[in-house]
């Protein structure tokens, strides 16, 4: 199983980024998918999820800022993340649960939120 992210980088605040995660290695139609964050000193939390079906949850600091979704023909997941603030600023990662005993996350890709 392979977690690749990629689309961070480095934004002013109110901008707008557009994460991918690249998966391989598993049947990814098959599984719900997450993406999870991780600022400076703090400890990882749940930004954002989808299901096999598409239905779509959010974290309260993303709910209407960010949209989440999946192309299963491209094996890809997205999180397209609008008026960006400083507070945004973290390594995010996409995590797949395949079962009980085995949870794959990828290395991640830095969102930096500065003027």
């Known amino acids: 199983v392979q977690l690749v992210e990629s689309g961070g980088g480095l934004v002013q605040p109110g901008g707008s980024l557009r994460l991918s995660c690249a998966a391989s290695g598993f049947t990814f139609a098959s599984y719900a998918m997450y993406w999870y964050r991780q600022a400076p000193g703090k400890e990882r939390e749940l930004v954002a999820s989808i299901t096999t079906f598409g239905d779509r949850k959010y974290a309260d600091f993303m709910e209407g800022r960010g949209t989440i979704s999946r192309d299963n023909y491209k094996n890809t997941m997205y999180l397209e993340m609008n008026n960006l603030k400083f507070e945004d600023t973290a390594m995010y990662y996409c995590?797949?649960?395949?079962?009980?005993?085995?949870?794959?996350w990828g290395k991640g890709t830095l969102v930096t939120v500065s003027s």
């Open positions: 995590n797949a649960v395949l079962d009980s005993f085995n949870t794959y």
